[in-house]
């Protein structure tokens, strides 16, 4: 299927005057897959379009448009984005608020159009299809959109950049809430058996599939940078608490989980590659986990202790505590006072770190949308959008010496390190004979690797670095031996 005949029409766009954005309030604002450019939406028909690339703070303004039957409004939103090669969509009002009826010329609910031309994509379905309900670019280029009413995605593709075809349409199964990641995989939601999967489009296969407890409501979903983690947020409506899930995407394992009642508003995967954190937004407080290992920090909602009253709060989110005494004080209804909580509390030994400071540089305001993307944040102020580094390049020491952030630090890249290392060794050894040519060490941010060799062994070695002493623990070193070692200890 190719593009239709009307694909060079100019629709009807008003181009306004540069500083007619100022002041206005946003509704939503969205990036392109490359980080290229920033499309913000206002609520009274008009777009602005911003340029990220070459820019260190403040978004170049390439224009404001103003298209008349713009849908604002909620669930039409899912079809508001942009791509890299200049193309916005947009939801439209099904119904002309002007004539009360479907315009006979348009029967869509949503437009593609180039910003830089105006012109108009129009795309032919292989069903015919007038209504969509989500629509995404992706980091391939393509576009995905996919029609609730019928259950059905679509993959269009541009062919020698001239001609856009649908390059396959998908029946999928019913499902209560739809995610598409930026790399063009559908997460599906069947609120009955309380099921998430997770599917390849484009390998038509199941990349995971994950159940959450059956008492609790889908809220939303988050996935990692390189598509390995998947965080879920859900609520227990009955006792209002609110869950955290983090799923591992290859084997499907609930790898760690949180319970507070504190209400989350957002929440996000940052440093995927300097050490890895969940930060998540509670009302005007940030704070910071090892996703990796959620199920023993405790509930920093029982940090305030004039917040809380029933006993039974604190033995619920304290469930990994053996000592009876304190079980039996709660379970008698005895009062806690501030060293009963810190002695359950180091049982779990983790604590939620208070992430505020990382925002103080970053005027961020709650009320206005902002998006967080390969560890940049894109916020707004005044009318204009800018951007900026959420994650220091320093990170592990800004975690350890500014956050005072002490808790572990999980990197899925480590393994590529360490067997990149190896091989380089090994492959020296062999052409030179030399045990200890160089190569033989790794140095990363806080950790340095080394590779030990010798007649009678072969034996990986570590150590963390100290930034209290701003010196390696190098007294300290780990070891593991990959082969027996026939050496006396």
Same mark, same amino acid.
């Given at each position: ?30 990036? !392109? ?17 911003? !340029? ?39 939801? =439209? ?28 994509? &129009? /795309? ?56 598409? @990641? ?28 994950? /159940? ?38 290859? &084997?499907?394992?609930?790898? !760690? !989980? ?13 440093? &995927? ?28 909602? =029982? ?8 006993? #039974? ?13 304190? =079980? ?20 779990? &030994? ?28 894109? #916020? ?62 790794? @140095?990363?941010?806080? =950790?340095?690797?080394?590779?030990? /060799? ?36």
């Amino acid at each position: 299927m190719s593009i239709s005949d009307n694909s060079q029409v100019i629709i009807p766009i008003e181009e306004v005057q540069e500083n007619s954005y100022e002041n206005k309030q946003f509704s939503k604002i969205v990036c !392109s897959p490359h980080l290229k450019y920033v499309a913000a939406l206002y609520k009274d028909n008009y777009i602005s379009i911003w !340029s990220v690339v070459g820019q260190e703070k403040y978004l170049k303004h390439e224009k404001t448009l103003r298209i008349d039957n713009i849908c604002t409004k909620g669930e039409d939103e899912r079809i508001f984005a942009i791509s890299d090669d200049k193309y916005v969509s947009i939801g =439209l009002n099904k119904v002309d608020p002007k004539v009360n009826k479907v315009d006979p010329n348009d029967p869509y609910n949503f437009k593609i159009f180039d910003f830089e031309t105006k012109k108009k994509l &129009s /795309l032919t379905f292989p069903d015919w299809q007038k209504e969509i309900d989500f629509l995404s670019f992706i980091d391939n280029g393509d576009i995905i959109m996919v029609n609730t009413k019928h259950y059905r995605a679509y993959v269009f593709s541009n062919k020698d950049d001239i001609a856009w075809v649908c390059k396959s349409m998908i029946e999928l199964k019913y499902f209560n809430k739809l995610y598409i @990641t930026p790399k063009g995989k559908l997460i599906l939601f069947n609120d009955p058996i309380y099921e998430i999967t997770m599917w390849n489009i484009e390998k038509l296969s199941i990349e995971t599939c994950v /159940l959450i407890d059956w008492d609790c409501t889908l809220k939303s979903i988050e996935i990692s940078e390189e598509e390995e983690l998947l965080l879920v947020c859900a609520k227990n409506e009955e006792n209002e608490e609110t869950r955290l899930y983090v799923f591992d995407i290859v &084997s499907g394992r609930n790898i !760690s !989980s949180f319970i507070t009642k504190s209400e989350i508003n957002k929440f996000h995967l940052i440093a &995927s590659k300097k050490g890895e954190r969940l930060l998540y937004i509670s009302g005007n407080q940030y704070f910071l986990m090892d996703p990796y290992y959620l199920d023993q920090y405790i509930d920093p909602y =029982l940090y305030y202790f004039d917040q809380y009253t029933d006993p #039974y709060l604190l033995m619920q989110n304290l469930i990994d505590t053996t000592d009876d005494s304190y =079980l039996l004080m709660l379970k008698n209804n005895n009062p806690i006072d501030e060293s009963d909580y810190y002695n359950l509390q180091s049982k779990k &030994s983790k604590n939620p770190i208070d992430a505020s400071k990382l925002f103080k540089r970053i005027q961020i305001q709650n009320q206005e949308p902002y998006i967080i993307r390969s560890d940049k944040i894109i #916020y707004t102020i005044d009318g204009r959008v800018l951007i900026e580094e959420l994650v220091p390049n320093n990170w592990v020491k800004y975690l350890r010496k500014d956050l005072k952030d002490t808790n572990s630090i999980t990197t899925t890249y480590t393994i590529d390190i360490i067997t990149e290392m190896i091989n380089k060794i090994l492959n020296n050894n062999i052409l030179n004979g030399d045990y200890n040519a160089d190569k033989k060490e790794f @140095t990363g941010e806080f =950790l340095k690797w080394g590779l030990e /060799l010798g007649d009678n062994l072969v034996r990986l070695t570590v150590v963390d670095f100290n930034y209290d002493s701003e010196k390696w623990n190098d007294d300290k070193k780990k070891h593991l031996d990959i082969l027996p070692s026939f050496l006396d200890e």
